[in-house]
């Protein structure tokens, strides 16, 4: 069986754009290397919006507008979109913090399960925190665990909460 890293949402807009930060900036050399020196499959995920963002839940919560899907901030940082396409890499368009479609889609991508599943990425308060809720939900038996040094969240207090709250529903942290 597979291992599977799954790296949440490493695009421009989070990392030195409209919502990025300066832990976000200094974790991308190390999901770079944690991905090149992966034995197992990655996939990514983008979060994606619409020119309507702004008139969404998230968008009157967050009035922020962040990862239109076909702008610059959606993409991938050129780091990580460099090793994405070199290895051709799979990825999920995800309209909401947790990819609900993710379940499904490793189901049928592994027929036989995985091994493990890690996940690294952004943010660690929202989305990272969310999709490893959502993998343990439908995976219970699989071991599921999350690189905190790979790992950022809106500030360094909500990411160590993140960290601690999934800890304490049995997902790893490295």
Known sequence: MKKLLLVIDMQNDFIDGALGTKEAVSI??????????????????RDTHQENYLETQEGKNLP??????????WELHPDL??????DNSPVL???????????????ARYPGGLASIELVGLCTDICVISNAMLLKAFFPELPV????????????????NALNAMKMCQIGIR
């Open 28 to 45: 991308v050399p190390n999901v770079v290397k944690h991905i090149q020196e992966f034995e197992g499959d990655v996939l990514y995920t």
């Open 64 to 73: 922020v507008p962040h990862c239109i899907k076909g702008t610059h901030g």
């Open 81 to 86: 979109k460099a090793l994405r396409d070199a």
């Open 93 to 107: 368009d995800k309209l909401t913090f947790g990819a609900k479609e993710l379940p499904a889609y490793l189901e």
């Open 145 to 160: 665990s999350v690189t905190a040094s790979c790992c950022a969240g809106v500030t360094p207090e909500s990411h160590e």
